[in-house]
Structures are given as structure tokens and as C-alpha cells.
């Protein structure tokens, strides 16, 4: 409970009497104020009441702290006067205290305005007592002096009067002394109250009772919260004779049964005993005793109990000692009071501290960055912060802002942000910004921050979580979507740019057969045709592209083949970048032809981008190489023999030992955030190793970079080619051709026929079942398309087999996501053709089919 105080404020400013009044509850004290600002409120007020307290400004407009002190003085009020401001120095506040005031405080320095008043109150009730006790004791002497002068005017009358005057002296005289010595023993105890703040007081206050006492033994306790005596402090003699090992000892209320202290309290009399006291074993021999209670407010709150006086103990032992328990009372209880709110306090900054070191604890070890940001400077990072910025604790607090940890580009994200809650707009900031780590690289964040009030400053508390690999990884999915999508997409435009293609094909050629003596137009017929093939591939590398083709390994000059990639580079690259070329090898290596374009491209758009702030050369070299010793090889995974060695070479910016180590790591990039996946150079790795080759990286930091790719080389032989034959066969045997598309049934008709074939053609399905089923005998083959409507390629087959068993099928896609050449065998499919085909190829796979030649089903390339 706080203490109440009433407290005359002469101030002018409202609210510096608000920030005193505050200090004031904060010391402890409950204070009822009164503010004045002028010599007749203050005149006012004093007359009005009496005040425990005065402050006084030193400085006011119409009004001065030392005019108030002097009205104080007048008065002759025996209370502290404090004066208190904004300016005043040390000399003019000595001068003050020289002039009577008890202290003077610095309104700049309000935390010395408790202890000020704290000391000062102490010393006007020590000056109080005093004059108390010196009142009574002149007010003794004084009537002293009266009866003496009285008793000797009597002694003239009468000697009978002079006895009874000599026998009222001294019983005066005795009362003096006894009022001496309780006022004596009150004094030290109260000065004990207000000097000792630790738990000695007690023992201190026991001394003095037993000096009082003239006892050897005793006891000196209070009622704590739970009903319990408890003994702060027993005499040295108590303590030696019983063992106890502590001075303090606590008494239940449920253990005082029939004690005289328990009997004292309940009844909340004194008891005086003179006989021997019964104790249990051990206690120290009780041959007499006074127990007194401490009452307060009908309560008893503790008690007094003292033993083994030499001469019994009398009524004047017993009221000394009531006396002082009645004195002690009102001050034990304030003093029990305030240690209770100490032990509260304390117990408060415990569970406080407990609570802070618990949260500290949560916030060191999240799993998320947690910072505190004040005056725009980072004031506490946790672990975690420091970790995703790669900066030890001391390197950021009190040295960063938040801005300085921000890529300079986003910055405005987090300006935005801030104006939005000065506005008002928001209570907490959300966004997602790049920071820059230690080494310098950018890294990708979600932040959450928000204001508050931390130690009575603003502050901003977040938290920060790395989402680089997040965002990586949502960048993944986008690209396996997109690639998703073009192979979608892909796969529509093959299935009709083949049949397209395929019109345009057959045509092409039937043309060119027609074509005899004009050598102009037999050009421009083959250019159209060259045109139509060049076409075949780009489906089949688009095909590829997006993962809807097959790898193709096949004997292939690479000097020809890595001309394509860099025709389409050169249009791409800027002009600051140019192309070395030194081509002198011609061998050949098993190799799928898309996939070295794509080996190409990705090692040289990495090159190039290295090169893309000041330029450079890029140099593509191709010769051959071999190695007879296994320590020769370049790369340990490389079998001595002879390889195709490619390289591709850069001027740009090279690479570190720490980037080296870890470019063929999948999602590994040093581009920024938007720029690249990190699976280009993954990608070649698994290429190479498809091709069982091996590829070796030179580089340093500021001086390019060389990837050289060795393949294994091949020889073009009969092993892996079949002789080169240009014949187109052909034949008689009756055909049903099948085909959705006008064109191509146009042209297939005339292309079989011109081979040789009688032929019979149908527009879907349906229409060449129903013929096949009327004169199944009559055909010797079934070419049909597989992509229909009523009836595709494939239901078509099972249905011909189930009329003919033995019927040969030859199946033509443009493209299909359901059947290729290796599933289209157990629908009974004996030749898988991808349009568009040449006239050689559909030729060569009739003949194939009807003379028996494959026992599997063919595929054209």
C-alpha cells in the first residue's frame, strides 16, 4: 500500500507538476497535491491545511520559489521545503539551502526528488520526537520549578508541608526519569526504524528492549501474511542453548497452543510471570517472564517477550514495555508493509528477469531473424538475423541501420512501407525485399515490422526470414511450368505442322520426279524440299526441346553440327562480343544432335554473360585428342582412346575456387535473383556424362573461363550405318491408306501409286474398317494415321487384327502423347513412321513390312 502525502506544489506548469506527482507514485507515496502559482493561492493554501510536503519552483512568472520559501519561514512550519528547477545552479541552490530550504533538485534530474523527500520526511519526525520529548521535558522542569518555589513557601509555613513537598518531589522525579527513559528507548528504537534497512533492524530493536528490560533472554517477532509469529532475530543465549543453526525462526499459528506469547496475541493482553516457565528440552531455563502484543488497530501484529530478569518484573517493567509497543506499532506496521512491497517488488523483478531470460531464450534460438530498431539505428538482433546477413552480433548493433542491411534498388519498399504507418494506413509493415549478405551477395527476404514502445522509446520490432531458396525454387516450378506449357503447346503444333509438312514433303517430291529437263526449276524444287526437311528437324529439335523426344545417339561430324548454334548465337550476342571459331577437327562422335546444341548454347550464354558489362571474346575451339596412359587423362573419369575435344572459352569475369567447387550443382547460381535457374551448367553435366564423356573447367577470378567437353570418338562403318542406298522400291501389292486430311490422302494416294501400289483410301477409321471387314483378302497392308476423329490409329489396328490376324500395319503420327515406336507393338503395329517421311522412307518401310525383312516394328529417323 502506498504511503499517503500531502503535498503543496508552487509551480506554474501543469505538467511538470504531473511528471513530479508521477515520480512521486513511482517512490512509493499515494500524493494528494494542491498546485499554487502566487503568494496569496499559497497563503491560501497553508491556512486552509496542514501539508506534509512543499516544492517549490525556483523560477515562475509572477511568483519565485524563494518569495515561498520566505512565507514558509514565516510560518515557522516544520516540514521539508524543497525547491526545484529547470536552470538553477549549484551556487544559487546552496544559497537556497543557506536561506532554509532543505534541498534543491534539477528538474532535468527528477530521480533524486524520491530520495530527497524520502530523507527529509525521516528528519522532520526525528526533529519532531525531539521536540516533543524537549517540550515534556521542559513542561517536567518547569512545573518543577513551580512546585519547588511553591513547596519553599510553604517550607516557611510549615515543616509538615516541607515533607510532603520533598516526597511529591521525588515521585516527580521518579515519573521524569521514567519518561526519560521511555522517551530514551523510543527515540533508539525509532532511529533503528529509520536507519536500518536490512534485517538486522530486528535484532537491533531486541537489544535495546532487553537493555530496557534489564533481561538476559528474549524475543522480538511479527504476524506475517499467513498467521505466522515469526522471529526475525533471537538473542545470542536462545539461539546457543536451543541449536539453532539460523536466528530466524517462524511459529504457525496451529504450534502456539497454550504459549504465553500464544496466549499474549490471541488475547491481546500482557502477561507477567515471576515463577519458573515449563519449556521443552533443550530451550534455555525460563525462571521469569513479560509478554506484551503488539496491537495494531485492534490486531495483533507481533510481540514482545522478555525473560530472566535478576528481580522480578514489576508494573513499571510491564507499562515501559506496553508503552514501547505502542509506540513500535504504527511504525512496525509500516515497516512490515514496506517490506512486503519490497518482497512483492522482488519477487515481480524474479518472475521479470525469469520471464525475460525465457523470451530471450525463444528469441535467440527462433528459427526466424527478430531485430529492434530505434532512432533508426539496430539496437538487438537474435542469432538467427546474424546468420542470414553472415555478420557476427557486434558487427550490426548500434553500427547498422536497417537500411544499410537492404539492397539499395529496394529501399523504397521499405520507405513505402514506413510512410504508410505514419499515415496511418497500417499498425505493421509486411513486404518482401533483397538484402545484401557480408560477402555481397543478394539474398531474398520476407519481413514483418512493427511499432512499439520499448523502455518508454519508440521503437520497431520485426523479423526477417530467408526466402533465397524459396524464391529459387517458385522460380523452378514457373520455368517446369512454362517448359510444361511449350510442350503442351509443342505437341499441338508438331501433330499439325508435321501433317503440314508432310503435304508439302510428298508433293515436293512429286514434283521434282516430274520435273526432267528444266535444271532451273529442278533448284527451286529442291530448295522448296530442303526447306520442308530443315522444317522436319526444327519440329523434331522443338519436340526435344520440351522433353517430348527420345535421346538419338548417332555417328555425327561435330564440326558440322555446332555450326547451326552459333549462327543463332551470333544474332543474339551484343556487338561488344565477338566469336573466335578454330575448327580442325572432322571426326565423328555417337552424339543426339539436339542435345550438343544445347550443350553449346548453355556453355556459351554463360560465357557471354560473364562478358556482358565490358565485352570480350568468346572462342569455340574443335580438334582431336587422345591418350594412351591412364595418368594422362584430363579428367578421371576418361578411359585412355580418342576423343572429340570441345572447348568454349570466355575474357569475362572468371570464377573463385568457392564458385568452381559447386557449378554443377543443380539450382546453383551466381546471377542474380530473376537471371537464371543454376540448371545450365547441370544440365551439360548430364549430357556429357550421357554421351560418356567428361568435361573439365579452368578459371580464376578476373580472368575468363574454359569448358572443354571431350567425347568419345566413333568411326562411321558398317557396324552402325547400313550402305547408303538411294533405290526407291516398289511393288504391286493392293494397299488401304487411311488419313483424316485431304491433302495427305491426295498425295499418299499418288505416291503409292507412283510406286506401284493399287490403292484404297479412306477419311477415318470407321469408313476403312467397314471396307477392310467386306474384302479383307483383297489387302495386303494397312497404312494409317493415328490422330482421327471416331476411331485413332491404334483402335483401328486391334480391330483389322481381330478380321486379319496377320494383316501388316504400318502406323503415321505427326505426333502423339499416347503411342510411340516401342508401344505401338502390342497393338500388332509392324512399322512406326513420324510424318513428315520422304518417298524413300515410306518406299523402304512397304518393302520392309511386306517381304518380312523385320521381325519388330520400324522407325523411321
Aim: charged content about 30%; proline content about 3%.
Amino acid at each position: 500500500m502506498k504511503q499517503p502525502l500531502k503535498v503543496l506544489i508552487v509551480e506554474d506548469s501543469e505538467d511538470d507538476t504531473l511528471l513530479m506527482m508521477r515520480e512521486l507514485k513511482r517512490g512509493g507515496y499515494n500524493p494528494a497535491f494542491e498546485r499554487v502559482d502566487s503568494e496569496e493561492d499559497m497563503v491560501s493554501a497553508l491556512e486552509k491545511e496542514e501539508r506534509d510536503l512543499i516544492i517549490a519552483d525556483y523560477t515562475m512568472p509572477g511568483f519565485s520559489g524563494t518569495a515561498a520559501l520566505s512565507l514558509y519561514k514565516e510560518r515557522d512550519l516544520d516540514i521539508p521545503f524543497i525547491l526545484v528547477s529547470g536552470t538553477i545552479g549549484d551556487d544559487i541552490g546552496v544559497q537556497a539551502m543557506v536561506a532554509g530550504a532543505h534541498d534543491y533538485i534539477c528538474k532535468s534530474n527528477l530521480s533524486r526528488l524520491v530520495p530527497a523527500i524520502n530523507r527529509e520526511l525521516r528528519e522532520a519526525q526525528i526533529r519532531r520526537a525531539r521536540r516533543s520529548a524537549d517540550y515534556a521535558l521542559r513542561k517536567a522542569r518547569d512545573e518543577l520549578e513551580k512546585r519547588v518555589r511553591e513547596r519553599t513557601t510553604e517550607l516557611a509555613l510549615a515543616n509538615a508541608a516541607l515533607k510532603a513537598e520533598i516526597e511529591g518531589r521525588k515521585r516527580v522525579e521518579k515519573a521524569l526519569r521514567a519518561s526519560k527513559r521511555e522517551l530514551t528507548i523510543r527515540n533508539r528504537i525509532s532511529d533503528v526504524f529509520l536507519s536500518v534497512s536490512d534485517g538486522s533492524l530486528y535484532g537491533k530493536v531486541l537489544d535495546i528492549i532487553l537493555e530496557a528490560a534489564r533481561s538476559e533472554s528474549g524475543i522480538f517477532g511479527y504476524i506475517n501474511e499467513d498467521g505466522a509469529l515469526v522471529c526475525p532475530s533471537l538473542d545470542g543465549k536462545i539461539s546457543e542453548t536451543c541449536g539453532l543453526s539460523e536466528k530466524q525462526i517462524i511459529f504457525p499459528r496451529e504450534k502456539w497452543r497454550d504459549t504465553v506469547w500464544g496466549k499474549a496475541l490471541k488475547e491481546k493482553k500482557s502477561f507477567v510471570s515471576n515463577g519458573s516457565v515449563q519449556v521443552p528440552d533443550g530451550h534455555v531455563p525460563i525462571l521469569r517472564a513479560l509478554t506484551i502484543p503488539i496491537v495494531y488497530r485492534g490486531e495483533s501484529m507481533g510481540i514482545i517477550a522478555v525473560a530472566n530478569k535478576r528481580t522480578e518484573y514489576n508494573d513499571s517493567d510491564r507499562k515501559l514495555l506496553e508503552t514501547t509497543a505502542r509506540k513500535i506499532a504504527p511504525v512496525l506496521h509500516a515497516r512490515r508493509q514496506r517490506d512486503i512491497q519490497e518482497a512483492k517488488r522482488r519477487q515481480a523483478q524474479e518472475a521479470l528477469r525469469e520471464s525475460e531470460e525465457k523470451y530471450r531464450s525463444v528469441v535467440e534460438e527462433s528459427l526466424v531473424g527478430v531485430y529492434i530498431v530505434q532512432n533508426g539505428i539496430l539496437v538487438f538482433v537474435n542469432r538467427k538475423f546474424c546468420e542470414i546477413y553472415g555478420y557476427a552480433y557486434e558487427e550490426i548493433v548500434n553500427r547498422f541501420t536497417l537500411y544499410d542491411l537492404v539492397h539499395p534498388d529496394d529501399r523504397h519498399i521499405l520507405e513505402e512501407g514506413i510512410r504508410r504507418r505514419i499515415e496511418g494506413e497500417t499498425d505493421s509493415l509486411e513486404y518482401e525485399f533483397r538484402g545484401v549478405h557480408k560477402n555481397g551477395k543478394t539474398i531474398t527476404l520476407k519481413g514483418l515490422g512493427r511499432a512499439s514502445f520499448l523502455q518508454d522509446n519508440p521503437s520497431i520490432m520485426g523479423t526477417v526470414i530467408d526466402v533465397t531458396r524459396e524464391k529459387t525454387l517458385e522460380q523452378q516450378l514457373l520455368h517446369a511450368q512454362k517448359m510444361e506449357a511449350i510442350g503442351t503447346l509443342a505437341g499441338g503444333i508438331a501433330h499439325d505442322f508435321n501433317n503440314i509438312l508432310a503435304a508439302i514433303i510428298g508433293f515436293t517430291e512429286m514434283i521434282r520426279s516430274r520435273v526432267r529437263g528444266d535444271a532451273d526449276m529442278r533448284r527451286y524444287v529442291d530448295h522448296v524440299l530442303k526447306a520442308g526437311m530443315r522444317g522436319k528437324d526444327l519440329v523434331r529439335q522443338i519436340l526435344t526441346f520440351s522433353r517430348h523426344s527420345e535421346k538419338e545417339l548417332k555417328p555425327v561430324r561435330l564440326s558440322s553440327i555446332i555450326q547451326e548454334p552459333l549462327k543463332l548465337l551470333r544474332a543474339s550476342l551484343p556487338s561488344t562480343i565477338h566469336i573466335k571459331q578454330e575448327i580442325t577437327s572432322d571426326s565423328f562422335a555417337l552424339a543426339d544432335v539436339t542435345q550438343i546444341h544445347q550443350v553449346l548454347m548453355n556453355l556459351s550464354t554463360n560465357a557471354a554473360h560473364s562478358m556482358r558489362e565490358k565485352g570480350g571474346t568468346l572462342g569455340i575451339h574443335l580438334s582431336d585428342f587422345s591418350f594412351s596412359a591412364a595418368l594422362d587423362a584430363p579428367h578421371q573419369d576418361m578411359i585412355p582412346g580418342s576423343y572429340v575435344k570441345l572447348s568454349v572459352a570466355d575474357t569475362g569475369c572468371g570464377m573463385s575456387r568457392e564458385v568452381l567447387k559447386r557449378i554443377f550443382d543443380p539450382f546453383f547460381t551466381t546471377k542474380e535473383t530473376g537471371e537464371g535457374t543454376g540448371l545450365g551448367l547441370s544440365v551439360v553435366h548430364g549430357i556429357v556424362k550421357g554421351h560418356k564423356g567428361a568435361v573439365t573447367v579452368e578459371s580464376e577470378a578476373g580472368k575468363g573461363s574454359v569448358f572443354t567437353i571431350y567425347f568419345p570418338r566413333t568411326e562411321q562403318n558398317s557396324e552402325i550405318f547400313d550402305e547408303v542406298d538411294y533405290s526407291i522400291p516398289r511393288g504391286h501389292e493392293r494397299i488401304l491408306f487411311v488419313d483424316d486430311e485431304d491433302m495427305l490422302i491426295e498425295m499418299g494416294k499418288h505416291v503409292l501409286e507412283g510406286l506401284g501400289y493399287e490403292v484404297v483410301v479412306k477419311a477415318d477409321g470407321l469408313e476403312a474398317l467397314s471396307a477392310f471387314r467386306e474384302e479383307s483378302a483383297k489387302f495386303d497392308l494397312v497404312i494409317t494415321d493415328q490422330t482421327m476423329p471416331y476411331m485413332t490409329g491404334t483402335d483401328l489396328a486391334r480391330e483389322l487384327i481381330l478380321v486379319k490376324p496377320d494383316i501388316p500395319i504400318v502406323l503415321c503420327t505427326g505426333f502423339s502423347e499416347l503411342v510411340n515406336a516401342e508401344s505401338s507393338k502390342a497393338f500388332g503395329i509392324k512399322a512406326f513412321l513420324m510424318k513428315p517421311f520422304s518417298v524413300q522412307e515410306i518406299a523402304r518401310t512397304i518393302r520392309r513390312v511386306l517381304d518380312g525383312k523385320s521381325k519388330t516394328v520400324q522407325k523411321n529417323s
